[in-house]
């Protein structure tokens, strides 16, 4: 794999900018930091490359964490001047690298960058930023970076890949894998093109360099860039080029006698830089630590007060000891109030250390010179995690000491159980039913004298039915329920 010379003349064929885009003399700010806003640049000529490779410099910049929408590098067969896909057309034939910083589908996966492939038939699924048809992706963070993000597209033999520098570092080579797409047919001709676009929320965009490499395989001549773009194009560039420059030029001396009060300062000294930017961030960071460390020393001040209360009540524990006050029982011994009271006074020394290293750290913060402090502050959590802990374990013996100290008449008792209801005995049933059995056989053989059996019927029927209930409602006191009971005894009233 061989690589043409850059097609330096190329770059003239750029400055097709549509909607907000704003060109400069060093770059081209796709979008502002504004509602709904939408930029787009292409290249005039079509790019005739087989195989090709783009190199674009790049920068996204707004306040806050997040931001939107996001940036887009094109390659189609025909120019996307305007859409809704950030900020170009959509239906597009060819493919587009979406560097996407809002998350319209809320699965936590932006900023991204995200390839995508079109027919020229297909409609972007914004609600789910994609996914739906993204052929490769990667989770990239190029929001607010101290130097510029680059991004290397490579097309060689129907394979397109992505390479990017996060920008943390100056090297420029410093490159990492993004993603990858094989078998991928792209249109032989097309039009290279930049295009951003905002939303409710909005980040600066612009753009810094983009360069285009002809790849070709090897063995294969590699045509000059002469043959490509004509002489007279190159002339015809260059004046369209040095014609927009005077304007430029001209618009800056109206402005400047229009307002004089202004005249003198440069324009770009009313915007925020980017190491303003990073600078107030700076001191935002450390205005946040500042008031977390005010909030643990108030805490720590509370954790210090309660310990000395508790050395307080431990220390006249043992006056009175010493004083020769008698010992009861269930009092602890000295060795374990002398224990309790040397974990207090450890508590009490580690909880003065702490206030001394956030004292430290406090000077540190108010000269806003040393941004790493946030190892002290860890540093400090731990010994207050540790603080805790020992709270914990003074707690405890505390309380141990209040229960041994409780006196055994104040201690918990529980309840003496309620006297057991009095019934009539086995024994008292029996001789009751013997005796009504003998009652009653002796009035039996008592009527049997009588010499007229009718009677002899009527006395002997007659008085056996009240003594037949009377037996079973006292069997029904001791074997039925109180409800059959009165069954019996309304029945039995009933009867007579």
Known sequence: LSSALAILSYMWCWFLSFLDAIPSADQIRITTSLKSQRGSVWTKTKSIFEYWEVEVTFRVTGRGRIGADGLAIWFTEEQGLEGPVFGAADKWNGVGIFFDSFDNDGKKNNPGVIVVGNNGKLLYDHQNDGSTQALASCQRDFR??????????????????????????????????????????????????????????????????????????????????????????????????????QELD????????????????????????????????????????????????????????????????????????????????????????????KTQEEVIRQVNEIRNSMADTLRLISGAQHPGSAAGVYETTQHFNDIKEHLHVVKRDIEHLVQRNMPSSEKSKCPDLPPFPSCLSTMHFFIFVVVQTVLFIGYIIYLSHLTNSSVNFFYITYPFIPLLYMILIVCGLFFFPPKLIGMFSLFSSSSF
Not at 298 to 303: G, P
């Open 144 to 245: 607010n970076k101290p130097y510029p993000v680059r991004v290397k597209i490579t097309y060689y033999q129907k394979t397109l890949t992505v390479l990017i520098n996060n920008g943390f570092t100056p090297d420029k080579d410093d490159y990492e894998f993004c993603a990858k797409v094989e078998d991928m047919v792209l249109p032989s001709q097309g039009y290279f093109g930049i295009s951003a676009a905002t939303g409710g929320l909005a980040d600066d965009h612009d753009v810094l360099s983009f360069l285009t490499f002809q790849l070709t395989e090897p063995g294969k001549e590699v045509p000059t860039p002469e043959a490509e773009i004509p002489q007279k194009d190159k002339e015809k560039y260059q004046e369209e080029f040095e014609h927009f420059q």
């Open 250 to 341: 001209k618009k800056k001396e109206e402005f400047q006698k229009e307002h004089p009060d202004v005249q003198g300062q440069p324009a770009e000294d009313l915007f925020e830089t980017v190491s303003d930017r990073e600078l107030r961030q700076i001191f935002e960071g450390q205005n946040r630590i500042h008031l977390e460390i005010k909030q643990l020393n108030r805490q720590l001040d509370m954790i210090l007060d309660e310990q000395r209360r508790y050395v307080s009540a431990v220390t006249d524990e043992i006056a009175k000891r010493g004083a020769g006050f008698p010992s009861q029982q269930g009092q602890v011994s000295q060795q374990e109030i002398e224990t309790v009271v």
